[in-house]
């Protein structure tokens, strides 16, 4: 099974818009985690990193080689008729390392989906929720990147005119959305209210990058 997790996350408090910069100590909280589990996919030498990381991100480090998720071997093991002994014992031997393998990934994820959920507010990913199985079948790395696409995409202010009034109506709606997430955190209808606010605001700055994708091209 996978060892425990020593390392501390970066949580992200409740109460406001998660900023780029809490979303990165974040991810990079639940790499280093990710990174105690080890496996000898990937490279073997970062755990279970590219398994919530994505994969040209993970193969640009140096020495790794593409991660692919175990799945699970075929229940119950069939051995052909007339096998020999030994590649009888061959085959029970790799069925049930590659059984253990499985069970230690499907492991580490459920732990990793945990920390994840635990040192954040779930509201803010709202709409992987199922209405079942609630986040059960969520991919850690889903969740990280629906974090990162969300609240990362700006990464440097850019300059000029009609760049700057993009910039400053971004931040307009930066502090409108914080001033209603204060008001909707203290209501009994926070979790509904507060997504619908997420995904009005998210709409309007889609449509901001692509104004200004349209400025920088015209």
Known sequence: MAAAVTHTISSIAPGHRPTAAEVRAFEASVYAAARSYPSH?????????????????YQAIPNTVAWIDPVPPAQPLVIPNNTSAALTAAMVRQHTADLEEFSTFVATMNTLRSLVLDNMDNVF???????????????????????IATYCWITTYPVGCRDLYVVIKINALERVSSLLEHVI????????????NE??????????????LCHSHS
């Open 185 to 196: 955190y203290s209501t009994s209808a926070s979790p509904k209210i507060s997504l619908v």
């Open 125 to 147: 990913l709202g709409h992987l929720r199922d209405r079942l199985l609630n986040f059960a079948g969520v991919h850690p790395r889903d969740m990280l990147q629906h974090l």
């Open 199 to 212: 995904v009005l605001v998210g709409l309007e700055w889609r449509d901001l990058i692509g104004q200004h």
């Open 41 to 57: 996919r990937g490279g073997g030498i970062l755990g279970h990193v590219c398994s919530v990381m994505p994969a040209a991100q």
